[in-house]
């Protein structure tokens, strides 16, 4: 439990900018309530809101991204790792410390999202506590890259990247049409990266279709595990610099 300390005062430094957690947690609302307007106008599938409710939740853990990234790259900066690295803490008690406050930003998230779906008409059952379930997992994939990012690069370059993660990650996902309507090289590259999977195993999840949610939440496990070993390498390799 020796990252507890650590994780405290990072959900403080968070918490220090509340209008972007605001904006990250409000944002997501604005665009379902848009887009299920955009649904009774011009009827489409995919925006009704039982398949447009998971593309969005999953689309607002791109601000987890974000999060997670200018944190450690302000830490960097700051010099502020470089003191604390003295502690006994390990790398992987540093990325933990990082991860817990975010999963709370994650929950706020999908909360609010889901009380707004049901004033849109998305009908509460079981099947919403599975899709929390898998929506959890789908969150760590996404601080998973912030930390990844966070860990080589300053918050200025985070900054930038992140303009470029999010259009890739949310153009990649699924969520405003599906990857198969342009087919080809895109829909080769969007298999093989984990944001389609991890919008469609919250929608299997929603759906009830749990037989169908283990292929795409393999590929989201994947890769989460992957970022956050090379984020505890990283970390890792800066402590013995």
């Known amino acids: 439990m020796r990252f507890v300390a650590f994780a405290s005062r990072n959900q403080k430094e968070i918490v220090r900018d509340p209008l972007t957690i605001m904006f990250g947690v409000g944002l997501p609302v604005v665009i379902m309530w848009l887009f299920t307007m955009m649904q009774k106008n011009m009827p489409m599938e995919l925006y009704k809101i039982e398949n447009l409710t998971p ?7 791109a601000f987890l991204t974000l999060f997670s990234g200018m944190l450690i790259g302000k830490d960097k900066g700051s010099s502020f790792l470089m003191r604390i690295f003295v502690s006994p803490l390990k790398p992987s008690d540093y990325i933990i410390g990082y991860t817990i406050p975010l999963i709370f930003i994650a929950i706020m998230q999908i909360v609010v999202c889901f009380i707004a779906a049901y004033f849109l008409e998305l009908k509460l059952d079981w099947n919403v506590i599975v899709a929390i379930g898998v929506l959890l997992v789908n969150a760590l994939l996404y601080i998973g890259f912030g930390l990844m990012l966070g860990t080589f690069f300053t918050d200025k370059q985070v900054g930038g990247i992140f303009a470029l993660f999010v259009n ?3 153009w990649l996902s699924g969520t405003w049409f599906t990857v198969d309507m342009i087919g080809g090289v895109f829909e080769k590259v969007a298999s093989v990266l984990p944001f389609v999977h991890a919008v469609d195993a919250t ?11 283990w292929v795409p ?5 994947g890769y989460t595990i992957v970022l956050y070993l090379i984020a505890i390498v990283g970390f890792r390799k800066k402590m013995s610099d």
Do not use: K, M, N
Request: aromatic share 20%; hydrophobic share 60%.
């Open 55 to 61: 593309g969005v939740i999953v689309f607002s853990f």
């Open 168 to 170: 890739i990650a949310t």
């Open 217 to 221: 939440l393999l590929w989201v496990v």
């Open 203 to 213: 929608r299997f999840a929603l759906q009830g279709e749990y037989s169908e949610i």
